[in-house]
């Protein structure tokens, strides 16, 4: 009944039905989280679901020990607690009489949310992090910036919000289309409104890992900017279509202040050790060219086309400077010993490039598009988005971020830190194209990242059935059957 499974569970006869929280000393954050999602108050006696830190435990373990008369749950700290409590949550309000050892099997068990493409109200990211939570998932990656919005304001540089937050219209279909909605679109979050969501969040023991994509992906900071790129006498709308865009970061002073000043602002709005900074899809024609760039990379001693890790190796050391580790997208080449080791890498292209990152001394989050874009299909239903290929629920429950016998990473050690899912929002315009995408394919990869390898797709769609109600009571789950524009598998059209 539980998704995901916990490592060890013993069914017992009987049942608890508690009337209260007792929160002892240490757990007073998840008890008050707990009551909040049973409505059960904090007490002293009773029948009682009592939370208590026990060292020896493992970072994010615990147990949980439910009898006729009570409920006792332990961890030896807050993240231990945390996950127990979603678990409760699942068992509420009846507990049966079990006993659960659990403990995760990686520890970064991510989603990335692209509010790029699409700006998506707070009120939504709100939802969606308490629903990681649910998933124990604790790592929500957010994609804050592309080439089609700027999504984080900040001080001194008005412009990325004022031009870089807004679009005139939106690409309707795949990238190429020629289509256009007309529609203008846009929106960013203040660095007060991120902070209350970075709260929020720790509160269910969820980090908030931001992204700044950068070289590349940075059309919405050349239309606000455009002394920041390569022409700067180039005026440059923020982007309305899809695709890869050839206008990137120039390589001269202000661009790595720009770089510099942003990752800093960032820094401070976000706790997380980890900053992601992009690295993604930069294509080096633009430096080619740029008679700066050309200089530059003949001073180093380089082609211009190097002077892509070089730029990554760049923002590593302003992010190593604000005390972070860099995180970056790996591209083909990326992992063959021309960035840092202590890079952290999305391994996003396949799973072979991770295997070599990890080779190469890299700590990996496993992220191969095949089995975690879930901005791709998941069915050949009509109206299906215009993404392949098909990735099935069962698709994902079959990936393995370890197949291979890849090393589990401590955080110091190369190997896998873990997994996650990406959705990508170019053809998800509202949290309902985005409930419709996530759900239940993040159930399928919760059960990777969290418990240990499966009984077999049978028996997890066999607990999926009881856990789909679940999320449907809490709204997770669309409530109409949603459509995308410009969808394949509409018979006689492409685009609307
Ligand atoms: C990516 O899909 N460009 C990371």
Redesign the pocket.
Known sequence: MLVPRPARLTRHAGSCVPTGILAGPGTRGPARLLSGYTGLPLVHNGPVIRLARKPGLGPEEYTLEVTPDHALLTASTEAGLLAGVQTIRQLSPRLPCLTIRDAPRLPWRGVLLDVARHFMPLEFLREFVDLLALHKYNVLHLHLTDDQGWRIEITGRPRLTEVGAWRAESMVGPAGSGVFDGVPHGGFYTQRELRELVAFAAERGVRIVPEIDLPGHVRAALAAYPSLGNRPSVALPVWTEWGISPDILGVHDEAFAFCRDVLDQVAGVFPSPYLHIGG??CPTTQWETSPIARRKAADLGVRPAELHPWFLGRLHDIVGALGRRAVC?DETGHAAGRLPADLVVTA?RDAAHGALAVARGHQVVMAP?TATYFDYRQSEEPGEPPREPVTTLEDVYRFDPLAGGLPVSDGTTPGVLGTQAQLWTEHAPTPEHVRHLAFPRLCALAERAWSPPGRGYAEFRQRLTGHLDRLRALGALPKERVRFAGALGVPGKTVP
């Open positions: 993604d899809e997208w996003w598009h």
